[in-house]
């Protein structure tokens, strides 16, 4: 009886683990997450195939990449480099990282100055979203951003922790995506951990990246 008893409350748990997942895709089916993240993918493949190709092309048939990049390790401080890249991930991410992915290759250590890259990434995300939650306590400024970001934080209030794994994964400023989970409170700790998968993207990056030059 015993034993029966131990099946049939298995059997219970994983039933009801199963509606739960059941439930969850059933949102985001209705909710639009999957077609968002189809179009989100979309978006993201022709930048990176157009950096790629710009890549490329300015290599060819411009100027050596490797020679810039060698020009500006040997003749501006590293720690400028990372201070205006850090600027730019705490606020909108206005320079594409994938700039700076390839200036690390020229460093003497590349591994270490990528990893520096993809921390100072993930500390100007904390940063965003702290913007975005003292912003908050500003009406002027709260009510601009409401309106400049309102796909934004309607996502995130929407899907939450799958709209940040998106923007640590994807090429969308996740400074936007920061100042929006920010804006709607939430979880700090769920922010934190969903955020590290920014180092994920750096390295998948600059394996792509490091091979080309």
């Known amino acids: 009886m015993k034993n029966d008893q131990k099946k049939n409350m298995k059997s219970n748990t994983r039933s009801e683990k199963k509606s739960k997942l059941q439930l969850l895709h059933q949102y985001y089916t209705y909710t639009g997450f999957y077609k968002f993240l189809g179009l989100s993918i979309k978006k993201a493949l022709p930048p990176i195939l157009l950096f790629i190709a710009a890549l490329l092309f300015v290599n060819y048939f411009v100027i050596n990449v490797n020679d810039v990049l060698l020009y500006v390790t040997e003749n501006y401080s590293d720690y400028v480099v990372f201070a205006v890249f850090f600027a730019s991930e705490s606020f909108l991410g ?98 934190l951990l969903f955020g590290l998968l920014r180092f994920v993207r750096f390295y998948l990056y600059a394996i792509a990246i490091f091979s080309l030059l």
Do not use: Q
């Open 94 to 191: 206005l320079v594409p990282p994938e700039i700076f992915i390839a200036w690390s290759d020229k460093a003497t250590t590349p591994i270490l100055y990528l990893s520096i890259l993809a921390l100072l990434s993930y500390i100007g995300g904390i940063i965003s979203y702290f913007i975005g939650k003292s912003i908050t306590k500003i009406p002027a400024m709260h009510d601009y951003l409401e309106i400049k970001m309102a796909k934004h934080i309607k996502n995130t209030r929407k899907w939450g922790g799958f709209l940040i794994i998106v923007g640590a994964l994807l090429p969308i400023p996740f400074s936007m995506t920061s100042i929006a989970a920010g804006m709607i409170k939430y979880s700090f700790i769920g922010y």
